[in-house]
């Protein structure tokens, strides 16, 4: 802990005086060493906050259990005020009672006016939004410290700094974990004595945000500019802790809503972002983005394993509608392309989701004149998908597949229209 001064009021105590008693209390220790025999008891401190009584307990029971058990009593109370007048700087030895059971119980006054100490926070330079996190987090902060410093002589910090320390960062890692905690001790020229606490960013910290947009409604070709503009916006927690920034993922979900609520394309597809965040040094924040009111994709695809296919095109474009309360419908219409003839075939559908990710419904071909009903189970990037087609005319086309990233789906198709059903499909989607 560091110690300056604004302007040394008269009456401060000399750090070199300290440290000549620190000395000549080692030479005790020594003297202590050399005996063989040792007390079996234990000495219990009384008159001290409690954040300093450890440490004076612990360095009193090190001296105490030196001490020859057929030394006197009086010999013993001796030594030990000796000890603890020297060691215990800022505080006197009141009494010493030497109780049964094998505790000797010591209790000190503390020497001199009390201490008028003042306690401020300082808070690092963050930007914001997380600056306010941090303010939230710390509230309150000072005077839970400043109940610590009451009646605590500004001396006794030459041998309790460590656990004034210890007690504060505690403190500090209930409130904001991962922060680093330094101390500095201020005599100010109106007589007030000033703890500063302020605080350093630990390891691990946060070195990158990435995002995964997941969406059925929005074209993968718009994701792009989203994406990068949520990495601008999550610039504030570079650097921030790890611990502490994982104790915020309601926020950074809050943060990465507020983001996209800005966007021109969000707010005319009417979308609702769905936001989860895994937080790590480099963290990433797993967005579903599906429109109110849209969908729109386009894709291309490529047949292997078969004569019979040739690639194809094709756009789809829907219009999302609540009927009833919480029941979403979608109607669409579909343009698909044979690459090879240019032949042009259009559905015409609607579907339902039934539950999370599957929607069932039926949609009508000009390619064939028939209606087909339709269930299909949406994927994930590095997640499978499924879909089925079945036909009044006893047809089936279904596919089973996986998305290896945002553009690029491999299926296992199958369609009985064909006298090679069988084939592998590649589709590239836009």
Known sequence: MARCS?????????????????????????????????????????????????????????????????????????????????LLLGYSVRAITFESGGIVRISLQMEGLPVDWGVSVAAPNLSAPVDSWFRSDTEGMSDEIASLMRGVPIEALSWGDIDLKETIERIGAERIPGWRVSLMVRNRADGQVALEVSFTPDQPLTLAVTSKINSSSIPVMLHSNLKDDIVKGFAPVIGIPVPWLDRHKDDLAALSKEILADEYL??????????????????TLDIELESRRYSAWVWMSIYAGTRDRYPEAGLHFGRRVRIFPREDMEMYAELMVQMDSWNLETRLGMRWPVMRNLWLGGEWSSADGTWWGKAALDGRVRRPYAWLRYSGRDDVNAALGVRVNDFLSIELHYDSRFGDPWNVRALVNL
């Open 6 to 86: 604004d302007a040394a009021p008269p009456g401060a105590y000399a750090f070199g005086v300290a440290a000549v008693r620190a000395v000549a209390a080692l030479f005790v220790f020594i003297a202590f060493e050399a005996a063989s025999a040792r007390a079996s008891a234990s000495v219990a401190v009384e008159g001290l906050n409690g954040w300093l009584t450890l440490g004076a307990e612990r360095s009193l029971n090190a001296v105490y259990e030196h001490i020859p058990n057929e030394e006197p009593v009086h010999v013993k109370e001796e030594l030990l005020r000796v000890v603890a007048n020297r």
């Open 266 to 283: 969000v707010k005319k597809a009417h979308a609702e972002p769905n936001v989860g965040v895994a937080v790590g040094s480099v963290s």
